[in-house]
């Protein structure tokens, strides 16, 4: 989910989630182009639905439209990067998630759910810092 409220998909519907989403997870440790590699279901209800309600909702030209959808792609492949980048600390400390905090979503699905803010993720305590998973850090929390 965008917003970081964790997606209800999993859990209310799972034959759906097995479908759509979950193929996109077989990435326990993404790539920068896994960002656009889900399934056509996924695809639809995770980017079109969301986007072409928010252009009912949030009046915009469409060059305001298309700056969004263009910079909203390029943080999805950020986040889905296999790189730490030199503005990870900053942007941590502001909210917004980076590709550690993206990558303990994809290894442990229960944790980080926020593509964009992890604002979510802490108020419902589903936030983990990267550097306190153990997966990440050979069996020992940092």
Known sequence: SQSGIPPAEPRVNKPFSRVSHKPHHVFTNPR???AFNGSLLDTFFMILVPLA????????NVWSYMTFGTLYANWLTLIHSEFSHAWDP???AIGFGTAGDHHVHHK??????????????RAFGTYRDPREVRAFNGDKAI
């Open 108 to 121: 442990v699905f229960k944790y980080n759910f926020g593509h964009t803010f992890m604002y979510w993720d």
């Open 32 to 34: 920068i182009f896994d």
């Open 90 to 92: 900053a942007f941590r």
């Open 53 to 60: 309600l928010t252009a009912q909702i949030v009046p915009a």
